[in-house]
């Protein structure tokens, strides 16, 4: 019963969302809950495990050493990902940084989940009232819940807040185009904007320039490191007091943690690193690499959310807590350090060799490249290690958090790897295929990933690929000929996955109709508007981003 995989219309979700919400409200969940629940997890579990899920952004499948990184080591995630479940066929929601996280947070696929591209017509969108996320319906079962990092489904002052979606407590950057940068002017604490004056001053023109070209022209904005390897922030008057958004993450972490200890949480804690523009305070280990100087800040910006999670998998273990926290990590889309690095597109680097052998990466969703992801899950002494190849996607986790928190999950297109985690194999239910649309790159494209098929349109009046991925990692040959019948349900399938979004361009939508999605977004006022990094609140000086009113998002 957990984790349907079907589904009907958005309106259903929330309606039987809010009939069990009524029913645990007049004490009659329990009941429910027993009715329903198929597994029997949540009663052979002493208590509601704290749930940690670590989403780390634009990681490449294989920055971690654990995952065949040969260049510079990231031991604490390996030490989770060695001693947890490694899901080897695992696939983010989106290519792309923001409808993947609507599709964590929902646990809707592209074809229903509110958000699905980083921008719709009206530009950086956000989720409605009405979605119910991980968080709602963790904290309907006693859950604190907190986020920390970057969120990107819902700008200040809107309805997508994360404060407004389930979550006690947060942290850190709503509007994900201000997470490009790491010297931030004000972070974002509970629905109001917390002024940095440390950073006050620092110069992203430096930063941005330096964003996205080629390695080898780099002398005239390269970030500037002393001898020792520490950063000097430019435009920073005290560089000593500079504060680098990762460190004030890691730190809020380790309170929340603490703060929580004694009770069930879950801590979404999404991560910027490693993702662009390169920057880190301290090189450490990788200053002396005969490299170039982007190639020592990715390993060192690695090292940096290493050592993070490191310092949050002690704390638990001092406070005697990790025995009862389930820990996951995953990537949030497919390769991307080409983009940091002025490489060509999705370009395998040279050195690092992290792109994994899938084609593709970041920002299109016609090939597995831009949404397999490393996925792992973390129990202590519950969970066996070890490599699991349960096709899954992170739309399921919803649904599996749900599993074992002991609640019922709204309907989603997501389903329960709760048993797989378990070792319980003949209990896991299994997707008859997962779906994604979309991508920046690809506005019109469909995929689909079923049994040992990879099949993509990339516009509804072109042919279907169909590639056996079993036999051919890199989708090189094409046997749609060869197989009408697979074909045939493709094409079903992609009518089926998909309802229209009002604001989204939905596959095959002529210029014209997009056109007049944009007017309409205009003409009703709707239109988002996001920032850039290190814009001060509101356009505003940088001396009281705190005293600004409601409805700042659309002055920014
Ligand atoms: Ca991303």
Redesign the pocket.
């Known amino acids: 019963m957990f984790g349907t995989g079907g589904y009907d219309r958005m309106t259903s979700t929330k309606r039987a969302f809010g009939e069990w919400h009524t029913l645990t409200h007049l004490g009659l969940g329990m009941i429910t809950v027993a009715m329903l629940c198929c597994s029997t997890l949540a009663k052979e579990l002493e208590r509601k495990p704290n749930i940690l899920f670590i989403f780390s ?2 990681l490449s499948y294989r920055d971690l050493s654990s995952y065949g990184q040969e260049q510079f080591r990231t031991p604490n995630l390996d030490r989770l990902a060695m001693n947890g479940i490694r899901f080897t066929q695992a696939y983010s929601g989106s290519p ?2 923001a409808p ?1 996280r609507g599709s964590l947070m929902t646990g809707m696929h592209m074809g229903h989940c509110r958000i699905r591209a980083n921008t719709s017509v009206r530009g950086q969108d956000h989720l409605l009232s009405e979605d119910v996320t991980v968080a709602e319906v963790l904290k309907g079962t006693g859950y604190t819940t907190g986020f920390i990092g970057k969120w990107g489904i819902g700008l200040p002052c809107t309805e997508g807040v994360p404060d407004k979606q389930g979550f006690d407590f947060s942290y850190g950057y709503y509007d994900q185009a201000r997470a490009h940068g790491f010297f931030p002017h004000y972070l974002m604490r509970n629905g109001k904007p917390e002024p940095i004056p440390e950073n006050y001053g620092f110069n992203m023109k430096r930063v941005n320039t330096y964003n996205g070209r080629p390695v080898d022209r780099l002398d005239d904005v390269k970030n500037i490191y002393d001898v020792h390897g520490h950063l000097v922030p430019d435009g920073i008057p005290v560089a000593a007091s500079a504060k680098y958004s990762e460190d004030l993450f890691q730190d809020e972490a380790l309170s929340f943690i603490k703060t929580n200890r004694d009770k069930p949480f879950f801590l979404y804690y999404a991560t910027q690193l490693p ?1 662009g523009p390169c920057i880190t305070p301290d090189l450490g280990a990788y200053k002396d690499k005969p490299w170039d100087l982007k190639h020592k800040e990715w390993a060192a910006m690695m090292g940096h959310l290493d050592r993070g999670v490191g310092r949050m998998v002690d704390l638990m273990e001092q406070l005697e807590i990790l025995e009862n926290t389930v820990i996951f990590f995953a990537g ?2 497919g390769y ?1 350090q080409w983009g940091y690095f002025g490489s060509s597109l999705h370009e395998d680097d040279p050195l690092f060799k992290n792109k994994g052998p899938w084609p593709n990466g970041k920002f299109t969703s016609t090939h597995e490249g831009g949404v397999r992801v490393p996925f792992f899950v973390y129990w202590k002494d519950k969970i066996k290690a070890g490599e699991n190849d349960h096709i899954c996607a992170l739309y399921d986790v919803l649904a599996t958090a749900a599993d074992l928190a002991g609640v019922m999950p709204p309907k989603t297109d997501g389903i329960s790897f709760a048993p797989t985690l378990l070792a319980r194999p003949n209990e896991q239910r299994t997707h008859e295929y997962l779906y994604w649309e979309n991508g920046t790159f690809s506005p019109h494209a469909q995929s689909v990933r079923m049994n040992q098929w990879w099949a993509y349109g990339e516009h509804p009046s072109k042919p279907i690929m169909l590639y056996d991925i079993s036999q051919d990692i890199a989708s090189r040959n094409d046997v749609a000929k060869d197989h009408p019948d697979v074909i045939n349900r493709i094409t079903q399938i992609f009518t089926e996955a998909h309802t229209d979004s009002e604001w989204y361009v939905n596959p095959g939508e002529s210029k014209t109709q997009i056109a007049a999605k944009r007017k309409k977004a205009v003409a009703s006022g709707s239109m988002q508007r996001s920032t850039s990094a290190n814009t001060t609140y509101r356009g505003r000086t940088e001396q009281s981003p705190a005293d600004d009113a409601p409805n700042a998002a659309s002055d920014e």
């Open positions: 952004d634009d792309e940084c993947s993702h949030d889309n991307s």
